[in-house]
T-cell receptor
């Protein structure tokens, strides 16, 4: 079974801090994604990556950056955390572009910015 | 513009009855449609999918129906159980899409009452 592991289940950070959210997958998937989930807004794509060192903006990239130095790891960075970035963050991976079984998600990181 | 719409934010059903979750889409290029289930504080998990060339797919208590002419799909759960209480996301899979494979709806929260 593919496993997508997010390093923290819960995080509390202060406004202005630089925050790193880590995601690791163990099945050699090419594609990795970062979403945030907010009530009434569903899953919104922040950034994604189809290959090492490659990244593309999703629907809401402002205030975020990403890093993919190794195939198995995809990091989401909040350069200067703000209270409106309080959310559930979900990492996902998939085998290749167009695979018909969709994504495998991690368990999520609940981030609170105070 | 929302390509995948779940117009009912919530649904309440009695245990043992049928749950019907609806999803509409606007993009005729979707190759597959997938349903994900999400419990609080967990990542979404894949539930069932259907190819755009099919009109029905069944897996145990879960059946997905696709009406291409109406650009509508629905997930039927029979019989509903309290453990089915979760948020259900409908998603369209787009081969070669510029913003990742899957386009998600905003979700429907299902509550199954004992």
């Amino acid at each position: 079974d593919v496993k997508v592991t997010q390093s923290s289940r819960y995080l509390v950070k202060r406004t202005g801090e630089k925050v790193f959210l880590e995601c690791v997958q163990d099945m050699d998937h090419e594609n990795m994604f970062w979403y945030r989930q907010d009530p009434g807004l569903g899953l919104r794509l922040i950034y994604f990556s189809y290959d090492v060192k490659m990244k593309e903006k999703g629907d809401i990239p402002e205030g975020y950056s990403v890093s993919r130095e190794k195939k198995e790891r995809f990091s989401l960075i909040l350069e200067s955390a703000s209270t409106n970035q309080t959310s559930m963050y979900l990492c996902a991976s998939s085998l290749n572009r167009g695979a018909n079984y969709g994504y495998t998600f991690g368990s999520g990181t609940r981030l609170t910015v105070v | 513009d929302q390509q995948v719409k779940q117009n009912s934010p919530s649904l309440s059903v009695q245990e043992g009855r049928i749950s019907i979750l609806n999803c509409d889409y606007t993009n005729s290029m979707f190759d597959y449609f997938l349903w994900y289930k999400k419990y609080p504080a967990e990542g979404p998990t894949f539930l069932i999918s259907i190819s755009s060339i099919k009109d029905k797919n069944e897996d145990g208590r879960f059946t997905v129906f696709l009406n291409k002419s109406a650009k509508h799909l629905s997930l039927h759960i029979v019989p509903s159980q309290p453990g089915d209480s979760a948020v259900y996301f409908c998603a369209g899979l787009l081969h070669g899409g510029s913003q990742g494979n899957l386009i998600f709806g905003k979700g429907t929260k299902l509550s199954v009452k004992p």
